[in-house]
């Protein structure tokens, strides 16, 4: 429900309340009057930050939920699978393919990563009941690419990195709810190009590293890709679920 209208509900009750009241000789006094509307006031504020926060995350709900499940099907085929054994074989466009086609999933799920992170209040976002969860499980995985806790400077990805490659990825200036993402086709493009300089710069510069690390013998037991693996599972779990929880508001 729209915040305005939510409002305007709130604000016809409580005048019908205080006619009844009025008619009935219940209220004696101003201050029973007051204590009621400071009520009303603060339920209208309540509901208004909750309709917000969720309004918020149901705008990129369905892109970052593809972007998810992309990326955790790529991860399990690479440690379940051996899905990178592809880097080594004589064929260089299945070659080219399985690897800038494992940085572009990674790249676009950083992207929309990043656009929550963007367009939300991220204090009222990870305090509101109904998104702090996926608040708490986003968080999760950006920490998971960024630590060297449990795998080392393996696959590391620090979180400038990942706003870094946001930022190539699309338009952060755009006022649209979603901008577009780079497509595969273009995101090659300009990493080969990249790559062509006297310098890496801008994606080769960003990922060059990361897409090192994919080459590596023994990635696919690489414990952070397991540790991926689980959080993008809860994570996809709690979008599925969200969107399922949701009103008939239009959302799919």
């Not at 109904?130 to 449990?150: H, P």
């Amino acid at each position: 429900m729209d915040s305005a209208v939510l409002a305007a509900i709130i604000t016809a009750a409580f005048a019908l309340l205080v006619a009844l009241y009025t008619q009935r000789g219940q209220f004696k006094h101003g201050k029973e009057l007051v204590v009621l509307k400071d009520h009303l006031d603060a339920e209208s504020r309540h509901q208004e930050r909750k309709l917000s926060a969720r309004a918020e995350l149901d705008n990129i709900r369905e892109p970052l939920l593809t972007a998810a499940e992309d990326l955790q099907h790529r991860i399990w085929n690479i440690r379940k699978n051996h899905f990178l054994d592809y880097l080594q074989i004589a064929d260089s466009h299945r070659r080219e393919v399985a690897l800038f086609g494992t940085l572009h999933r990674f790249a676009t799920y950083w992207a929309l990563q990043e656009l929550l992170y963007s367009r939300t209040n991220i204090l009222r976002f990870e305090s509101d009941p109904d998104t702090k969860n996926v608040a708490e499980l986003v968080g999760k995985i950006a920490q998971i690419c960024a630590s060297d806790s449990t795998a080392g400077l393996d696959l590391i990805f620090w979180r400038e990195e990942q706003r870094a490659v946001a930022e190539l990825m699309f338009d952060m200036r755009s006022a649209s709810p979603v901008p577009p993402i780079m497509g595969f086709a273009t995101f090659r493009n300009r990493y080969d190009e990249d790559t062509r300089r006297e310098v890496a710069e801008d994606l080769a510069f960003w990922l060059g590293s990361f897409a090192k690390d994919l080459q590596t013998t023994g990635v696919n037991e690489n414990r952070r890709l397991k540790e991926l693996d689980e959080g993008l599972t809860g994570l996809i779990k709690a979008l599925r679920q969200g969107r399922a929880d949701c009103p008939d508001t239009g959302y799919q």
